[in-house]
């Protein structure tokens, strides 16, 4: 009898070196680089941050002694150390050296913006150099941790490249012990904190070199939490609780304002929310039913225009003031009416005809509104001038317009905004999530997948295709009736299909494929990540465009489901991820069985 074996190839790493021994070098790196952060950096002010002050870090040492302290963490779990072994439930050793990579990454970076700026590495003190020959060793060290899992049969020779990729693998979190409820709710509430912080540190950032320090410090961090498990099993736990995870996230948001003292800063916030809300709105179109909308905007711009007409602006044509309510109903009945007279001729269409269709729509909008100027059209929107000087509102005895005291923290204008533009956020997040959820919900999806097999099933594609167009066109006419009060004017060139300030089609497409479509945090996360990066590095407004496109290149190269992907989508772009199971094999006699059946 012969009995087949399969052996496990042995996990190896990049650089041959006993493991004990990497795992020593790798802590002691990790700890040097942290000494290095008390040390000066620097002997002047001149450089941003103040790097000259010994024994308080500043600016981008405090992110480098953030990434050290990491790595050094999830080193010392390697170790088997009592209650440091839920950092690690997933990847062990390929944490370590992405968070040793992403230290590495943003020393060097700092001590490369220190020799540019001030003319010579002669500039640079002491400290400095301990962190840099710190984060070296780490980095060498770490590469030399056996990896995770073991290497895929190729059936062709192992390359360098080919064993660092497999290094930065990591196996799925082992099965977590069952906590109470309260332990999970806290967790939740925990990492939200944590999240509110972190955000809130990047959009709080000063200048241009500490925003680049901070993305790659968290987006090296973020991965190495990810492959150690701990992502995977936040996500778990926000699955089980939903209710409490939105009211968290709501919680959250809310006190988003209160940490920001610049009201540039909480103008960001409230556009972050803008360009999202309409994301999300977009997500219904093409994340639930899978229509290729490219001229989405123009349903922000209809919002905006319809509300600008009513708001008493001393521009507008019509020369009437509205309650606000009564010109959010306004916007969003105006979108909505022209979501349905686009999308009821043109639906019928799929694929590239649609999306050709659109962007028309999206077009004419833009050369319509730019021409109802009393000399091309009717007098009506003001032609390429716009709407401004469109009044600030006041609601319930409140100007927005005005600083608030709530608590000891003074709201000011922008964030008075970001917080009414935020309970409409709200509602369409309900909107979403119910709509999703329900059998309409369903059927966009599988309209989606095959809409000739779900045609086939008796579903009313072309109906229900028309109610995602118009729910969708309405949800940004409502966003469209606040941003025409942050902003104070509307004009057609807010409206295009692709340029350099979001939000315009082209962008809430990115922000929808980015974040995950079909996912309702993905778009939120989407829209929050491609309006921050613009507005913080106004350096590249000239290459914004094209640094967007390799952006999207290497997303769909290596992660085409999106940041925050759902499992169907997980299942459709990574199916060799999945354990192929044998078909059961027949014994002689039941093969004898049916022949004689056969027979």
Not at 196 to 206: C, K, Q
Not at 543 to 567: C, H, K, W
Request: charged content about 10%; proline content about 5%; aromatic content about 10%.
């Amino acid at each position: 009898m012969t009995t087949n074996t399969t052996t496990t190839p042995p996990a190896t790493a990049l650089i041959p070196m006993p493991a004990p021994a990497a795992r020593i070098a790798t802590t002691a790196g990790a700890a040097i680089t942290l000494a290095g952060t008390f040390l000066a950096w620097t002997w002047t002010d001149q450089f941003p941050g103040d790097l000259t002050v010994t024994g308080y870090p500043g600016g981008l040492q405090v992110l480098t002694l953030i990434g050290a302290a990491l790595t050094l963490l999830l080193t010392l779990s390697g170790y088997g150390i009592r209650g440091l072994g839920w950092l690690t439930p997933g990847g062990t050793n390929s944490p370590v050296r992405l968070l040793a990579l992403g230290t590495f990454g943003t020393t060097g970076y700092t001590i490369g913006a220190i020799t540019y700026d001030l003319g010579g590495v002669v500039n640079l003190e002491p400290g400095a150099w301990v962190s840099g020959i710190g984060s070296l060793i780490a980095v060498i060290a770490a590469h030399g941790l056996p990896a995770d899992q073991p290497l895929p049969d190729t059936g062709t020779p192992d390359s360098g490249w080919q064993r660092f990729r497999n290094g930065l693998a990591a196996p799925s979190a082992r099965r977590a012990t069952p906590l109470p409820a309260w332990a999970e709710i806290l967790i939740i509430a925990i990492t939200f904190g944590i999240g509110l912080y972190v955000f809130a540190y990047g959009v709080d950032t000063d200048y241009t070199e500490l925003f680049i320090g901070f993305l790659i410090t968290a987006a090296f961090a973020f991965t190495a939490l990810n492959r150690a498990g701990l992502i995977s099993r936040i996500t778990a736990l926000t699955s089980k609780h939903r209710n409490i995870t939105l009211t968290a996230a709501l919680v959250a948001a809310v006190c988003f304002p209160f940490t920001q003292q610049k009201e540039e800063y909480a103008l960001i916030g409230a556009n972050i929310l803008i360009f999202a809300t309409v994301a999300l709105g977009l997500n219904v179109v093409v994340g639930l039913a899978g229509l290729l909308d490219l001229g989405y905007v123009a349903f922000l711009g209809v919002g905006a225009y319809a509300a600008a007409l009513v708001s008493g602006s001393t521009m507008s044509a019509i020369g009437v003031e509205f309650p606000f309510w009564a010109a959010v109903l306004t916007g969003a009945g105006a979108s909505l009416i022209f979501g349905v007279l686009i999308g009821a001729p043109t639906l019928r269409l799929r694929g590239d005809y649609l999306a050709i269709v659109t962007l028309g729509f999206g077009e004419i909008f833009r050369l319509t509104v730019n021409n109802l100027n009393g000399n091309s059209g009717p007098d009506l929107t003001n032609g390429s001038q716009g709407i401004p000087s469109i009044p600030d509102l006041n609601l319930f005895g409140i100007d927005f317009g005005l600083k608030h005291d709530i608590g000891g923290f003074t709201l000011g204008r922008s964030a008075n905004y970001y917080l009414l533009m935020l309970v409409f956020t709200a509602v369409v997040v309900l909107v979403f999530r119910r709509s999703g959820e329900s059998r309409i919900g369903r059927a966009w999806v599988a309209i989606r997948e095959d809409e000739t097999a779900a045609t086939a099933m008796g579903i009313n594609a072309f109906r229900l295709k028309l109610l995602a167009f118009a729910l969708g066109a309405t949800l940004a006419g409502l966003a469209g009736t606040v941003q025409s009060h942050v902003n104070y004017t509307v004009t057609p060139e807010q409206y295009q299909f692709a340029g350099s300030v979001p939000p315009n089609s082209a962008f809430l497409l990115a922000a929808v494929i980015l974040g995950g479509m079909g996912t309702l945090s993905g778009p939120l996360v989407g829209a929050a990540l491609l309006y921050l990066i613009p507005a913080k590095l106004q350096f590249m407004q000239d290459y914004q465009l094209f640094l967007f496109g390799i952006a999207l290149i290497l997303l769909m190269r290596l992660r085409p489901e999106g940041l925050v992907a759902d499992r169907r989508k997980q299942l459709e772009f990574h199916e060799t991820d999945q354990l192929d199971v044998p078909e059961p094999r027949k014994s002689d006699d039941v093969d004898a069985g049916i022949a004689k059946a056969g027979a």
